[in-house]
């Protein structure tokens, strides 16, 4: 199975809970949503792992590429460096 997503921003939303991760998978790529646990694979090699949490985005006008909304739970933004890929926990 391939890496959910590869994150490019991140920012911590702290009414959401967690920290909000960008560019989301296209939901055009993919059956479902991908949820529950993840592992994140950083850039220097290392790992740790968190909670996903997907959901639509709406935004007017509507962007070309309709993307899911991805939120990681139980890691803080110094542990996600850009570049981290987001890998299925199983």
């Known amino acids: 199975m391939p890496a959910i997503m590869s994150i490019d921003d991140v920012f911590g939303i702290e009414a959401w809970g967690g920290l909000v991760v960008v560019p989301g998978p ?5 059956p479902a949503r991908a949820e529950g646990p993840v592992l994140l694979k950083r850039p220097d090699g290392s790992t740790v792992s968190a909670m996903l949490k997907m959901g639509a985005m709406f935004q007017t006008p509507p962007s070309e590429e ?25």
Do not use: M, S, Y
């Open 26 to 30: 296209l939901i055009a790529d993919g």
């Open 66 to 90: 309709q993307r899911w909304g991805c939120l990681l739970k139980g890691v803080n933004k110094a542990e996600v460096p850009i570049g981290t890929e987001v890998w299925p926990a199983n």
